[in-house]
Structures are given as structure tokens and as C-alpha cells.
């Protein structure tokens, strides 16, 4: 065995090695969101939310899943690397789309939260200011 097949052998089995770890990293954290976003539409059940409580549980949940899918890309592009085929290369395209659609809206509905926000705390400053 040359000291390049030597070398391709041990490459191949870190970067098995490393997906693995990574896949396990975004699978835990599916799973930490997952139980996070059920707690939070546990308590909206049993509690009288606003509509922004609400959309706040399932925006915390979509950045849960943006980081779970950050770290399935980066196991795909680590086991792409080694041995691509059109399988792994597809794979990579649909998560890869999948993450960047999920962050666009993701981050559209951040951005209308916080301008909500910022429309309510003149409103709360300005109420307050009035009833003294």
C-alpha cells in the first residue's frame, strides 16, 4: 500500500469520523428545539397569549432549525468532499436550498417583529407619559 492509498484510507475514515459528529451535533439540536417549541405551544395552550407570543414560539423554533440545517450542510460538504456522487452532490443542493429558504423567511419575520416592536414602544412610552 503506497503512502497516498495510506493517506486517501485515513482521510476518508475522519471525514466519516467528523459527518458522523456532525450529523449527531444538528440531530441534538432538532431535538433541544423541538422540545423547546413544544413547552412554549404548551404554555400558549394553557395560558391567553398575543398573537406575538405566539409567532415568538415558532421563531425561536425556526432558528433551531436553521442551525440544525447549518450543520447538515456542513457534514454533506465534508462527505462530498471525499467520494461525490450525484446523490451527495443533490443531497447537498436540497439542504443547502432548503437552509437558505428557511433563513430568508426566517429572517423576514424577525424583521417584522422587531419593527412591531419598535411601533409599540413609543405607544407604551407615550401611554405611560400621559396617564401621570
Do not use: C
Request: hydrophobic residues 50%; charged residues 25%.
Amino acid at each position: 500500500m503506497t503512502t497516498l492509498e495510506l493517506m486517501k484510507g485515513w482521510l476518508a475514515l475522519a471525514t466519516e469520523f467528523a459527518a458522523t459528529i456532525i450529523d449527531a451535533i444538528a440531530l441534538l439540536i432538532v431535538i433541544i428545539g423541538t422540545i423547546e417549541a413544544a413547552i412554549g405551544g404548551l404554555r400558549l395552550i394553557f395560558g391567553e397569549p398575543d398573537g406575538h407570543e405566539k409567532r415568538a414560539v415558532w421563531l425561536r423554533f425556526g432558528r433551531w432549525l436553521v442551525a440544525a440545517l447549518t450543520f447538515q450542510l456542513g457534514a454533506d460538504i465534508i462527505e462530498t468532499s471525499i467520494a461525490p456522487t450525484w446523490d451527495d452532490v443533490g443531497r447537498l443542493a436540497v439542504i443547502a436550498i432548503i437552509r437558505t429558504l428557511l433563513n430568508y423567511f426566517l429572517e423576514k419575520d424577525i424583521g417584522e417583529m422587531r419593527e412591531r416592536e419598535r411601533e409599540r414602544e413609543p405607544a407604551k412610552s407615550g401611554s405611560v407619559g400621559t396617564a401621570s
